[in-house]
């Protein structure tokens, strides 16, 4: 026992000293797509090389190292999450508008069917220990479980609060943010029901999540400008670290030991190194596009992926529209690559 404790502090100090020695994170490459329609998550796969973007009713397909528009897959009305189920040759989206999951081929990207979910469908997370995909609802505060093999709807959880972003210890257990209650909800994904509930005092309405599944830590990121560190068996806050403002992702490096959070409203990309399974330092901030908010991390090219767009002034206020949001400038939308 102590020599594999052991072993493992020696591995977290290798990745601890990674960055240091390999260079700092900057902006990569940057490339504009364009098209209307905002967004919100995006997708790696890695194998495939593919990047898979929400795009309003559609998604943008593009190659992973050029950049590249290589399709679409149209009629995801209100599409805000894209799951890659690759063992089983399927992608799933999450049609906000629709209550729906379209469930497509991953090398044709041609629809093969489609799967009802509960009301306005967000984050959609695919469990390798189970091949059940986990279509969270934002606005009926349940989760659609989705069989990956046949497309059939295995059951649905009700989560009692507002769901975010999930993530799984491949093991059988999936993790979830409520924003609205402050809270990770841990699911049983065989059984389908709720396991445990956390509160994360002092982090306030967390959306981003990853995990460390070796070190059993989950990485919330918080709208109060901090990242929770939740040990992922007692749901106990472990520490916070202090991140930018407008969040609205996560992504753990397992390899490197490092967690990047992206910070929307300051346009940064805060990465926090991993020293231990308790104690966590920021090692760098990078200047990013105000409005990347959302990230996917390619675990081959230790890369990660953000969009962005430019956006107008906003409109005045109106009875209609009491807080209205700024235009995007048409064409501006774009994808970054950070790394080093």
């Known amino acids: 026992m102590k020599r594999t404790l052991a072993f493992g502090f020696v591995l977290i100090a290798a990745a601890a000293s990674a960055l240091s020695a390999g260079g700092e994170y900057k902006v990569l490459k940057r490339a504009t797509l364009g098209g209307e329609g905002g967004w919100d998550l995006l997708t790696v796969d890695p194998g495939a090389r593919r990047l898979y973007l929400s795009r309003s009713t559609r998604v943008m397909v593009v190659d992973a190292d ?3 528009p290589v399709g679409e897959i149209p009629g995801t009305s209100g599409v805000h999450g894209i799951a890659v ?16 999951s379209t469930i497509f081929d991953l090398q044709t990207l041609k629809p093969v069917g489609e799967a009802k979910t509960g009301e306005n469908p967000d984050e959609v ?122 969040p609205d992702g996560a992504a753990f490096d397992a390899e490197r030991g490092l967690v990047f959070i992206p910070n929307g409203r300051d346009g940064t990309l805060t990465i926090v190194r991993e020293v ?42 109106s009875t209609e529209q009491p807080r209205p949001r700024p235009p995007m400038v048409p064409g501006s939308f774009e994808v970054l690559v950070v790394g080093r």
């Open 276 to 317: 231990s399974p308790d104690k966590y330092e920021v090692a760098q901030t990078v200047e990013t596009a105000r409005s990347a908010r959302t990230i996917a991390l390619d675990p081959k090219s230790h890369d990660v992926y953000l969009v962005a767009a430019r956006f107008g002034a906003a409109p005045s206020p």
């Open 85 to 100: 189920a690759a063992g089983e040759g399927r992608g799933f989206t999450t049609n906000g508008r629709a209550n729906a």
């Open 125 to 246: 997370h695919y469990d390798p220990a189970t091949h059940r995909v986990f279509a969270f609802n934002g606005r009926s505060g349940d989760v659609t479980v989705i069989d990956a093999k046949d497309g059939k709807v295995a059951g649905t959880i009700a989560l009692g609060g507002k769901p975010e972003l999930a993530a799984s210890d491949g093991k059988g257990t999936v993790f979830v943010n409520l924003e609205d209650k402050g809270e990770i909800v841990a699911l049983d994904a065989r059984d389908l029901k709720v396991k445990a509930r956390w509160p994360l005092a002092p982090c306030q309405e967390p959306t981003g999540l990853a995990l460390d599944a070796a070190h059993r830590r989950l990485f919330a990121a918080c709208d109060n400008k901090m990242m929770a560190v939740v040990d992922a068996d007692s749901g106990k806050v472990v520490t916070t670290v202090p991140i930018g403002e407008g």
């Open 66 to 68: 050029t950049l590249k």
